[in-house]
């Protein structure tokens, strides 16, 4: 018969192991590259929340190498300036995640 505290140690050493294969904790804030675009109307003022549309980046990952951008026209991520100025349309933002909201800084 198995005395019950050597089944506890048992189920301690194997958790233990569990813990050591899963994956570290990701580090770091969210962030999204974004390209800011018009809904309804487009913002006039610089600190206010503009509408962007994620961009997917491509191309092969090598030294000096161009990069292509597409963005989904077909989805809206509200994020607000915090910066100076005034984003043209089109502008290519860093989008960070900051207490449930998207956030972006641009100062020309």
């Known amino acids: 018969m198995i005395d019950g505290r050597i089944l506890r140690d048992r189920q301690a050493d194997t958790l ?4 050591k294969l899963s ?16 809904v309804a109307t487009y913002p006039g003022v610089a600190s206010a929340f503009f509408a962007c ?20 026209a077909s ?3 509200y994020a607000l300036n915090l ?3 005034l984003p043209p349309l089109g502008t290519k933002v860093i989008l960070h995640a900051c207490g449930g909201r998207w956030t972006f800084r641009f100062d020309g």
């Open 16 to 19: 233990a192991l569990v813990d």
């Open 83 to 85: 910066g100076t100025r």
């Open 75 to 77: 989805r809206t991520i």
């Open 23 to 38: 994956a570290p904790p990701q580090v770091g804030s969210v962030a999204v590259l974004a390209q800011t675009k018009a």
């Open 53 to 72: 549309a994620p961009i997917e980046v491509d191309g092969p990952e090598t030294e000096g190498a161009a990069a292509t951008f597409t963005a989904d």
